[in-house]
Structures are given as structure tokens and as C-alpha cells.
């Protein structure tokens, strides 16, 4: 089985850079069939609003006509236009879609399973010596603020749903019995995929990129591959036998190119699993 991997497609802030009448889920349907990937694998940030990021995963698994797995991101909670103001509304519409990971691990066969959820950050890799829980709360700095603070309403401090979504993982591991386990989240899971400390900047907003408490994850269940996103780094690891992988589209100002579909196929990871 091959697999495959991208994330951080963010559809809606990149399309003044697809030609006239193209669509995002159309670039990625055509690369599932060139690469002939039989299951496709999106650790969220597909758009700004849910209902968007909804469309396009309905869009490229009746296209492509196979399985495509989904964990949504901190974008794909935000309702910008359609005024949503409770985000457990809308972890409940991505918990209930049939593509979602979300409280329901995917079985592949007797060997190996799949298990996601967004995560959320637990202001861990940000520097601690130098700024208090309370000032990470604030999710603002001097020089701007993270976005989040604006469009996400979880009614509960983000450590404390840092926590909630690592017992959710923590369940879905224990209902898959002895699988080797394929993780996704969204936010990192992994300090390699953090920007280096100390930085002027990053000191403070490596807390939202993701969460260190997750890391025991590794140390107690069986994983072999770690999917992640958010960071719009493409970059794989292999630490300790476990291949972390984050394929990133990231926002087209980082672009190398100009040309969509030429970044989609730089960002898409395929790793093949062994058939029974």
C-alpha cells in the first residue's frame, strides 16, 4: 500500500496562484493518480474555515476514489465568514465527516492502524525561563499576536485542550490493541521541528507550534511513522526508528516556484507499507 502525505494547503490564501478554472483539489487528485497512492493522508490547515476545508476533502476523495484521512488544524477550526463562535461545534462536524481521524483510529489490516487528532499546543517548546503560562495565555507579543487568540473559542485555556486531545490519542491507542500505529496530528510533536532556541521571536511563539507532552507517545505505544504539520516545513526524520514526516504547501510566499502543482509534488511524502 502506498500512502500518502501533505498538509497546510491553505486553499483559500494560495489560489491567486492557480491559473484560471483550477482548483487545489484538482492538483492534488491528478498527483494521487500520477503517483498511484491508494491512501492519502492531510494533517490539516486546508483552509481557513471548516466548511471550505469540508468541501475540498469531499471533493478529492470522490475524484480520486480512494480513502483520504484528515486531522484538521488551527485554521480549519476558524469560521471567519461563516460566524461559528463555538469551536467544540466545530470539532464535532470534523468528528462526525467520514474521513476524519478524529476518535476513530483507522484499521488498515491486522498489522497496522492509523490514529489523529489535531492536537494543540501546550506552550512547551517555547521558552520558559523567559516568559510565564499567563504571558503565553495572552498569545500576543509585543510585535503581534497569534491568530488563534482571534478565531478559535474552545472556552478552555489551551493547555488544558492540549491535554483533552492527548487523551483522545492516549483512548484510540488503546483500542487498537498491538498495531504499529501510523500518528497524525497537526501540531508537532517532535523539537527537531521547532525553530531552534534561542531566537527573539520564537522564544516566545514556539509555544504554539506544538506540544511537548506528546512526545511520550513514543516511549509507550507502538509508532513507526509520525505525521505532522503546521510548522509549513517539509522535512523528514527518522529518530530512534520512528520516521517523523511533515509536508507542508505552506503559504505561497515561501514558495521556491511560482507554480502550484510544482509545489504540491516537492511537498507530497509517499512511503509504502508491506502487503500482508
Known amino acids: 500500500m502506498k500512502i500518502g502525505v501533505l498538509s497546510d ?28 497512492i491508494d491512501l492519502m493522508l492531510i ?19 470522490t475524484i480520486s476514489g480512494i480513502p483520504v484521512l484528515f486531522v484538521p488544524g488551527n485554521h ?14 466545530i470539532y464535532q462536524f470534523f468528528k462526525n465527516q467520514t474521513n476524519s481521524l478524529l476518535n476513530k483510529p483507522y484499521i488498515l489490516n491486522d498489522e497496522w492502524a492509523i490514529i489523529g487528532n489535531a492536537g494543540w499546543y501546550d506552550y512547551g517548546y517555547g521558552d520558559q525561563t523567559k516568559y510565564t503560562e499567563a504571558e503565553f495565555n495572552e498569545m500576543k507579543l509585543r510585535f ?3 491568530q488563534d487568540k482571534r ?4 472556552g478552555k485555556e489551551n493547555k488544558q485542550i492540549a491535554q483533552l ?24 510533536t517532535h523539537p527537531k521541528f521547532v525553530v531552534p532556541l534561542p531566537h527573539k521571536i520564537y522564544d516566545y511563539f514556539n509555544a504554539f507550534l506544538g ?7 513514543y516511549q509507550t505505544y507502538p509508532i513507526a511513522y509520525s505525521i505532522m504539520g503546521h510548522v509549513h516545513f517539509r522535512k523528514t526524520l527518522v529518530d530512534n526508528q520512528i520516521t517523523y514526516i511533515c509536508a507542508c504547501l505552506g503559504g505561497s510566499k515561501h514558495w521556491l516556484t511560482k507554480d502550484p502543482e510544482a509545489e504540491i509534488v516537492n511537498a507530497i511524502v509517499t512511503f509504502q507499507l508491506p502487503e500482508n
Request: hydrophobic share 35%; net charge negative.
Open 165 to 188: 486531545m492527548l487523551n483522545k490519542l492516549e483512548s484510540d491507542f488503546q483500542s487498537v490493541g498491538e498495531r504499529k500505529v501510523i500518528l497524525m496530528t497537526h501540531v508537532v
Open 211 to 217: 506540544s511537548s507532552s506528546y512526545e511520550k507517545l
Open 43 to 61: 494533517a490539516g490547515d486546508i483552509s481557513s474555515d471548516y466548511l471550505v476545508s469540508q468541501q475540498f476533502l469531499d471533493e478529492v476523495t
Open 9 to 36: 494547503l491553505h486553499i483559500d490564501t494560495n489560489k491567486k496562484k492557480l491559473a484560471e478554472n483550477e482548483t487545489f483539489a484538482e492538483i492534488v487528485t491528478r498527483q494521487i493518480k500520477r503517483q498511484k
Open 76 to 89: 480549519d477550526f476558524w469560521s471567519i465568514k461563516n460566524g461559528e463562535t463555538d469551536t467544540k461545534k
Open 144 to 146: 503581534g499576536a497569534w
Open 151 to 154: 478565531y478559535v473559542h474552545w
